[in-house]
T-cell receptor
Framework: NAGVTQTPKFRILKIGQSMTLQCTQD?????MYWYRQDPGMGLKLIYY???????DKGEVPNGYNVSRSTTEDFPLRLELAAPSQTSVYFC??????????FGPGTRLTVT | GQQLNQSPQSMFIQEGEDVSMNCTSS?????WLWYKQDPGEGPVLLIA?????ELTSNGRLTAQFGITRKDSFLNISASIPSDVGIYFC?????????????FGEGTQLTVNP
């Protein structure tokens, strides 16, 4: 099993551009999550999903959108990139319990 | 909302020393999790605790679920250079559903060889 994979690893965006961060898990987990981590800080939940077709907002959803059309994939969309969205983005998944498994992260810079 | 406070924020120790760190909350948690994040990587689950008073080990790591259910402790014995990283505590938010976790802000550990 590859676990949780994320692409791209790094990306630089100009203000106002849009992009999609990809996340895929091969563990047949129901729950998937998107977090952002700012330098020296903990993880803040952006969006999460309890199963295909179901998504909900986390603590910091503004400026982001998600979709969950399959169990495996949970892409995160940034529509109009802003410097405040410069961060490291982590995708995670879990089966039913709270034991979440994280991907390697996408490092995004908006200039 | 619920918050988790970790201390210390950072530690600088010599190889071979033991390490203790803790996580506290003003709310009761029914589960405590400890994660480690290596530089440039995603967090990795180290230990999960599900019962008040529970003491669980994973190699040189030992974690305890506080009896009040408002705190948890992580100890690392005989530290080695690869223990370097950020250690996060986490617990499920009782204010929401869907296996959501609240994370502390981490303890940064530096081990000098």
């Amino acid at each position: 099993n590859a676990g949780v994979t994320q692409t791209p690893k790094f990306r630089i965006l100009k203000i106002g551009q849009s992009m999609t961060l990809q996340c895929t898990q091969d563990m047949n987990h129901n729950y998937m999550y998107w977090y952002r981590q700012d330098p020296g800080m903990g993880l803040k939940l952006i969006y999460y999903s309890v199963g295909a077709g179901i998504t909900d907002k986390g603590e910091v959803p503004n400026g982001y959108n998600v979709s969950r059309s399959t169990t495996e994939d949970f892409p995160l969309r940034l529509e109009l990139a802003a410097p405040s969205q410069t961060s490291v983005y982590f995708c995670a998944s879990s089966y039913v319990s709270y034991e979440q498994y994280f991907g390697p992260g996408t490092r995004l810079t908006v200039t | 909302g619920q918050q988790l406070n970790q201390s210390p924020q950072s530690m600088f120790i010599q190889e071979g020393e033991d390490v203790s760190m803790n996580c506290t909350s003003s709310s009761i948690f029914n589960t405590w999790l400890w994660y480690k994040q290596d530089p440039g990587e995603g967090p990795v689950l180290l230990i999960a605790l599900y019962k008040a008073g529970e003491l669980t080990s994973n190699g040189r790591l030992t974690a305890q679920f506080g009896i009040t259910r408002k705190d948890s402790f992580l100890n690392i014995s005989a530290s080695i250079p690869s223990d370097v990283g950020i250690y996060f505590c986490a617990g499920p938010s009782t204010e929401t559903s869907g296996s959501r976790l609240t994370f502390g802000e981490g303890t940064q550990l530096t081990v000098n060889p």
